[in-house]
């Protein structure tokens, strides 16, 4: 592991008054995480230093071939005010995975959790308080070099960014309404979609877009080449309930193994319920939700850890689920889930880091 160097700002920024309008990604803290890598030297020059602007040569090759990935992590405060990181190990894992299908160096992992415990520990004081209230961790790497040329970079640069966001649900966990997309596709198997490159997001911007113009809150993504089976929800996984039974779209290529994801199918079966990975047909999940089958649907991800859905809209059909409210097994996963974060109740799969 390197030597962290630190620099503390001179500067200190004023911490939001209200924080229950902190909202999500619009305030961030006093300081950043940096690392550099070249071919010779590989990662080096870990340090932190006071946030601030990059700057950057217009032949950046980021901005033209697209060598971006991050990850979205937490850090929580307990009720005895102390701090704590939720599966932080398993986001680096998936962030040099990430890397090396693009074409990138896998991350020094290890100077990487230093580096962010170093960060926290800095800026502890902008985690928040409130209930519900966390500091969003955004790690992120991209490629450096300076020309034109489709081919990998030679230098690449890792940095890390907080931010203090407010609760997701602000008036309890109110379902989403969804737009199935058939007309467009954000990821085919062979592809980047397991992925979290910047590029995947791109690719769905103009259908949530079109979806949030026609009054829905996110878009459910189907398969690439069929354009039937479920796959994933703008930046969320998707889960659907028949009772006690949870059942989500098997990992294929094309879909984000998602923590929050993987985080429930081990946590719900010690809550009583069994849990599948399928290839599930979204007219089979019309079908069996007009049949009373499909009990529930939800998604799960950091930014919400669960969203249940109200609503599935497809080719002007709309189909309400759980009478449009939360259900209890979405209810039941997003407090045990939440309890584990928080620190409320006992973490029996070591997923917690105290700072």
Same mark, same amino acid.
């Given at each position: 592991?390197?030597?962290?160097?630190?620099?503390?700002?001179?500067?200190?920024?004023?911490?939001?008054?209200?924080?229950?309008?902190?909202?999500?990604? =619009?305030?961030?803290?006093?300081?950043?995480?940096?690392?550099?890598?070249?071919?010779?030297?590989?990662?080096?020059?870990?340090?932190?230093?006071?946030?601030?602007?990059?700057?950057?040569?217009?032949?950046?090759?980021?901005?033209?071939?697209?060598?971006?990935?991050?990850?979205?992590?937490?850090?929580? =405060?307990?009720? %005895?005010?102390?701090?704590?990181?939720?599966?932080?190990?398993?986001? *680096?894992?998936?962030?040099?995975?990430?890397?090396?299908?693009?074409?990138?160096?896998?991350?020094?992992?290890?100077?990487?959790?230093?580096?962010?415990?170093?960060?926290?520990? *800095?800026?502890?004081?902008?985690?928040?308080?409130?209930?519900?209230?966390?500091?969003?961790?955004?790690?992120?790497?991209?490629?450096?070099?300076?020309?034109? /040329?489709?081919?990998?970079?030679?230098?690449?640069?890792?940095?890390?960014?907080?931010?203090?966001?407010?609760?997701?649900?602000?008036?309890?966990?109110?379902?989403?309404?969804?737009?199935?997309?058939?007309?467009?596709?954000?990821?085919?198997?062979? /592809?980047?979609?397991?992925?979290?490159?910047?590029?995947?997001?791109?690719?769905?911007?103009?259908?949530?877009?079109?979806?949030?113009?026609?009054?829905?809150?996110?878009?459910?993504?189907?398969?690439?080449? #069929?354009?039937?089976?479920?796959?994933?929800?703008?930046?969320?996984?998707?889960?659907?309930?028949?009772?006690? #039974?949870?059942?989500?779209?098997?990992?294929?290529?094309?879909?984000?193994?998602?923590?929050?994801? %993987?985080?429930?199918?081990?946590?719900?079966?010690?809550?009583?319920?069994?849990?599948?990975? %399928? =290839?599930?047909?979204?007219?089979?999940?019309? #079908? %069996?939700?007009?049949?009373?089958?499909?009990? #529930?649907?939800? /998604?799960?991800?950091?930014?919400?850890?669960?969203?249940?859905?109200?609503?599935?809209?497809?080719?002007?059909?709309?189909?309400?689920?759980?009478?449009?409210?939360?259900?209890?097994?979405?209810?039941?996963?997003?407090?045990?889930?939440?309890?584990?974060?928080?620190?409320?109740?006992?973490?029996?799969?070591?997923?917690?880091?105290? *700072?």
């Amino acid at each position: 592991m390197q030597t962290i160097s630190i620099t503390r700002t001179q500067q200190p920024k004023q911490k939001p008054a209200d924080e229950s309008s902190l909202g999500f990604g =619009r305030v961030f803290t006093d300081h950043m995480f940096l690392m550099d890598y070249d071919r010779e030297q590989g990662w080096h020059n870990a340090r932190v230093i006071p946030y601030g602007a990059f700057q950057m040569d217009p032949a950046a090759m980021v901005l033209h071939y697209g060598q971006a990935i991050f990850e979205g992590m937490k850090c929580y =405060r307990r009720e %005895d005010g102390s701090l704590q990181l939720f599966r932080p190990k398993d986001n *680096l894992a998936r962030m040099t995975r990430s890397a090396q299908r693009m074409g990138m160096p896998a991350l020094d992992e290890e100077t990487a959790l230093e580096g962010l415990k170093e960060l926290i520990r *800095l800026d502890a004081e902008w985690v928040p308080h409130l209930a519900g209230t966390s500091l969003y961790i955004r790690p992120t790497m991209i490629s450096m070099d300076v020309g034109l /040329g489709v081919h990998a970079s030679h230098k690449y640069l890792f940095y890390i960014i907080l931010s203090p966001v407010g609760s997701y649900y602000k008036e309890g966990l109110k379902p989403v309404s969804i737009y199935v997309e058939d007309e467009y596709v954000r990821a085919v198997r062979g /592809g980047v979609g397991f992925t979290k490159c910047a590029g995947n997001y791109a690719a769905s911007i103009l259908a949530g877009d079109i979806a949030e113009q026609k009054g829905f809150s996110q878009v459910l993504w189907l398969d690439g080449v #069929e354009q039937k089976y479920v796959e994933e929800v703008g930046s969320m996984n998707m889960m659907f309930a028949y009772g006690k #039974e949870i059942v989500t779209p098997k990992l294929n290529g094309s879909i984000l193994p998602g923590i929050t994801r %993987d985080s429930v199918l081990k946590l719900a079966p010690t809550l009583g319920y069994t849990v599948k990975e %399928d =290839r599930l047909a979204i007219h089979e999940i019309f #079908e %069996d939700a007009k049949a009373g089958r499909l009990t #529930e649907a939800f /998604g799960t991800g950091t930014a919400a850890v669960i969203s249940p859905v109200g609503l599935l809209s497809m080719k002007g059909e709309n189909l309400t689920l759980s009478g449009g409210n939360i259900g209890p097994v979405a209810q039941h996963l997003y407090d045990s889930l939440t309890g584990i974060q928080y620190g409320r109740i006992p973490d029996p799969f070591n997923w917690i880091l105290p *700072l």
